[in-house]
């Protein structure tokens, strides 16, 4: 079996010291362009790799970045994922994920447990934000999904207050008087969208009926479909927290005999990728999750690099409302400060 090339090889190649050869490769040093390009073309000819293992222990640093999602089969934060690793690849990191199935109580042990393999990492969690400090007590650089009102960590984020509003304008300005949003409760970002629809809807006259869903997938929208298609206040409208229970309500509402949207009108958030391939077409808010992942993964290696001071904060995308077949026009507008909240009694 041929032996690999070694560091030594690599420098008596390119005629330089061993010391060299570990700060080009490590990218502690730079060099002039002439001892760059010696150093380049020898290990091109050597085939030289560098044992990561060992540059770590020599720098301290892994050249890896902890990516910590909450539910690997939800598209969101599948997106994030390509673009927190599209940004990664581009700086020479290698991204490492955990996915913590949407549970608290894994959650704190596998980000402690993930905290001791990466330089920084990106998380993405369901605590709540009196609980964050522990993640400061890591240790290390971290960007949150979400913004932390009590604690000095860079986040990035998406405004779900505007994005309740267009939703729920949206449907207002399509004549939909009896709206019900079928939410997720233990999710960190459910108020604000509630907060954006309620605003919206209080503009109008107009009521909103609230119920929550067990978790934010496809077959707890299932679960949910009847309580509020047969129950005593049927909507004409409901927004779902996020796409898959919206996905889920539909088919099951389908199933129940209602005809969609003609019966009642069914919007989502996230925007995921088949919710355009879903019969009737999902109306959704895109929060650009790409996007997100990028933003954060580029916050996160300014603050590696150093420039904590023009990365922290809290970075904000702004949501867009993609609108597609599964919202319907019903009935005549409803203007802003009307009478719609007593007519909606009288028709009860």
Same mark, same amino acid.
């Given at each position: 079996m041929k032996k690999g090339a070694t560091i030594r090889d690599v420098a008596a190649a390119a005629g330089v010291s061993v010391a060299t050869v570990s700060k080009y490769m490590n990218g502690t040093q730079r060099f002039t362009p002439v001892v760059e390009a010696r150093l380049k073309e020898a290990i091109e000819q050597l085939g030289y790799r560098s044992n990561p293992?060992?540059?770590?222990?020599?720098?301290?640093?892994?050249?890896?970045?902890? @990516?910590?999602?909450?539910?690997?089969?939800?598209p969101h934060f599948t997106n994030i994922v390509k673009g927190a690793n599209r940004v990664a690849l581009q700086h020479d990191y290698t991204l490492l994920l955990v996915d913590t199935e949407e549970s608290q109580e894994r959650e704190k042990t596998l980000i402690e447990s993930l905290a001791q393999r990466v330089d920084g990492m990106i998380v993405s969690s369901r605590m709540p934000d009196d609980s964050v400090q522990w993640l400061l007590d890591l240790g290390k650089p971290v960007v949150l999904f979400g913004r932390s009102l009590r604690f000095p960590i860079?986040?990035?984020?998406?405004?779900?207050? @505007?994005?309740?509003?267009? @939703?729920?304008?949206h449907l207002v300005k399509l004549g939909h008087r009896h709206i019900a949003y079928l939410g997720f409760g233990r999710s960190r970002w459910n108020d604000e969208r509630i907060r954006g629809i309620r605003t919206c809807l209080d503009e109008y006259g107009l009521p909103l009926d609230i119920h929550d869903a067990q978790s934010p997938s496809a077959p707890a929208g299932e679960r949910a479909c009847s309580g509020l298609m047969l129950g005593p206040k049927r909507p004409d409208a409901v927004i779902c927290y996020n796409d898959l229970i919206a996905l889920g309500f539909i088919k099951e509402a389908r199933e129940l005999g209602f005809q969609l949207p003609q019966d009642v009108s069914v919007a989502g958030f996230d925007n995921v990728p088949y919710g355009e391939y879903a019969s009737p077409a999902l109306t959704s808010v895109d929060f650009q999750s790409e996007k997100m992942?990028?933003?954060?993964?580029?916050? @996160?290696?300014?603050?590696?690099?150093?420039?904590?001071?023009?990365?922290?904060?809290?970075?904000?995308?702004?949501?867009?409302?993609?609108?597609r077949e599964s919202t319907i026009k019903r009935g005549a507008p409803v203007a802003a400060g009307s009478t719609a909240a007593k007519d909606v009694r009288q028709e009860s």
């Open positions: 293992l060992a540059r770590s222990m020599i720098t301290g640093k892994t050249r890896t970045i902890g @990516l910590a999602i909450l539910d690997i089969r939800n860079s986040s990035v984020g998406t405004d779900g207050n @505007l994005a309740g509003y267009i @939703l729920a304008n992942g990028e933003l954060a993964m580029t916050k @996160l290696l300014g603050e590696l690099r150093g420039e904590a001071d023009e990365n922290t904060g809290y970075a904000m995308l702004d949501p867009h409302l993609v609108v």
